[in-house]
């Protein structure tokens, strides 16, 4: 049987590198290349923070292309699909029709993603779907991976977590109202070691930096929200 050539989009978490891990032990899937989207100005991964300089490093150790696609950090929606269109396209040159994502639960994201790529002829698929995220915390953890928080909601998680390890320690300390996964965008992660990496990406935190957003709800309100970076070197 021949198998579906995959490109996944990568954000150098933990959700995007357990969904790698299970398509590479899947034989209907062959994943040949990453994606990850940075910010034009920043060269940072959106709300992870993470400079391209560290993705690149994942991606050598993984052993798959790397491929690149920026928009502009005014956060227009339009710029971006525009990117992933321009993108896809190159995609398409290569025989490849499948985009793999590590959403778990997010029905919106969901049909958002898939409505998209269904304009190109484009399918998706989620390796981690409906899986329960406590169980699918712990799984991760105990198949090797070692990962770091590298953001947080400052409202939700104290500032001495950020730079720790995603570990049962950490989740035994997670509120109740934080789903273990921060699917929510709770918190995000950095993933440096495990089954899918031929050698360790040595990393370690430099400082916490705060970083402030302003937006505005449904009623017009202008609403600040901050967050925890890790600097990392």
């Known amino acids: 049987m021949k198998k579906i050539k995959i490109s996944i989009s990568w954000s150098g978490g933990k959700d995007s590198a357990f969904a790698l891990w299970k398509l590479m032990n899947d034989p209907r899937y062959e994943v040949t290349r990453l994606h990850t989207t940075f910010g034009k100005e920043s060269r940072r991964v959106g709300m992870h923070g993470i400079h391209e300089i560290f993705i690149e490093k994942q991606a050598e150790s993984i052993g798959l292309p790397l491929d690149k696609i920026y928009y502009p950090s005014s956060g227009n929606n339009e710029e971006y699909e525009k990117a992933m269109k321009t993108y896809l396209d190159t995609l398409k040159k290569e025989d490849i029709e499948t985009i793999a994502y590590g959403d778990i639960f997010l029905e919106d994201l969901k049909m958002y993603r898939e409505q998209q790529l269904s304009k190109l002829d484009f399918k998706a698929i989620f390796p981690l779907w ?46 109740n109202t934080i789903d273990p996964c921060g699917e929510n965008g709770e918190f995000h992660t950095f993933c440096y070691d495990g089954p899918i990496f031929q050698k360790p990406i040595n990393v370690s935190k430099k400082q916490t930096v705060s970083k402030s957003y302003h937006f505005k709800d449904e009623e017009g309100m202008e609403i600040e929200k901050k967050f925890w970076f890790a600097e990392i070197e």
């Open 130 to 175: 409906k899986i329960d995220t406590a169980e699918n915390a712990r799984n991760f953890i105990a198949a090797g991976f070692q990962t770091m928080i590298c953001a947080a909601d400052a409202d939700l998680i104290e500032q001495k977590w950020v730079g720790s390890i995603f570990n049962l320690d950490f989740l035994k300390n997670l509120p």
